[in-house]
């Protein structure tokens, strides 16, 4: 099956640096999304992005699905901004739509 | 607008008992993914249904874990005679299936298993 590997696996940041999280795959995919994992658990949506570039706030997102990465990136990070980063793909497989999921990058942002 | 609703929160069963856990999607949604986290590890899919339907459940071990989505009400996983390797936090999600095709899922808080 598809494989979805994070890098890196862990990131330590002074606020107000700038970070590149990267997700590599290894076949098509229909569908990528980006999630923050909390310190409380909660999954929250960043980025729907199958291919091209999307920009929320101090976040950014890149995917090229011809070359099978995408790229988030994180501008001016904030403390808040800790949590686990997860990249998720969607394999291009006919009717499925299950998501399989990278190990993620942790990330702390120090004060 | 609601997004995806889990309860319990947190869930904490006796080894052999029953788990249930209940997954209410995003109005409009109507396809169901249940998820399981490990500590540490990203999220494994179990299984993913539509409204009284099983659309894929190879994720899901074949004894003692069920699911289902019914024509009412809350989409259910079921877990029989619990052990602790069950412990977990499970998630479940929701998308729609529009014109366009747009699969992006959007996620509840989580049920924390805790299996003693």
């Known amino acids: 099956g598809i494989q979805v590997e994070q890098s890196p696996p862990d990131l330590i940041l002074q606020e107000g640096a700038n970070s590149t999280l990267r997700c590599n795959f290894s076949?098509?995919?229909?569908?990528l999304q980006w999630f923050h994992q909390n310190p409380w658990g909660q999954l929250i949506n960043l980025f729907y992005?199958?291919?091209?570039?999307k920009q929320n706030g101090r976040l950014s997102a890149t995917t090229v699905a011809t070359e099978r990465y995408s790229l988030l990136y994180i501008s001016s990070s904030q403390t808040t901004d800790s949590g686990v980063y997860f990249c998720?793909?969607?394999?291009?497989?006919?009717?499925?739509?299950?998501?399989?999921w990278g190990l993620g990058t942790s990330l702390a942002v120090n004060p | 607008n609601a997004g995806v609703m889990q309860n319990p929160r947190h869930l904490v069963r006796r080894r052999g008992q029953e788990a249930r856990l209940r997954c209410s999607p995003m109005?409009?949604?109507?396809?169901v993914y249940w998820y399981r986290q490990l500590p540490e590890e990203g999220l494994k899919f179990m299984v993913y249904?539509?409204?009284?339907?099983?659309?894929?459940e190879s994720g899901m071990p074949k004894e003692r874990f069920s699911a289902e989505f019914p024509k009412e009400g809350p989409s259910i996983l079921r877990i029989q005679q619990v052990v602790r390797g069950d412990s977990a936090a499970y998630f479940c999600?929701?998308?729609?299936?529009?014109?366009?095709?747009?699969?992006?899922?959007?996620f509840g808080q989580g049920t924390r298993l805790t299996v003693v």
């Open positions: 999600a929701s998308s729609q299936l529009g014109a366009g095709s747009n699969t992006e899922a959007f």
């Open positions: 992005i199958p291919s091209g570039t």
């Open positions: 076949d098509s995919v229909n569908n």
């Open positions: 109005k409009g949604h109507s396809h």
């Open positions: 998720a793909v969607e394999p291009f497989a006919g009717n499925n739509r299950k998501l399989i």
């Open positions: 249904l539509q409204k009284e339907n099983i659309i894929d």
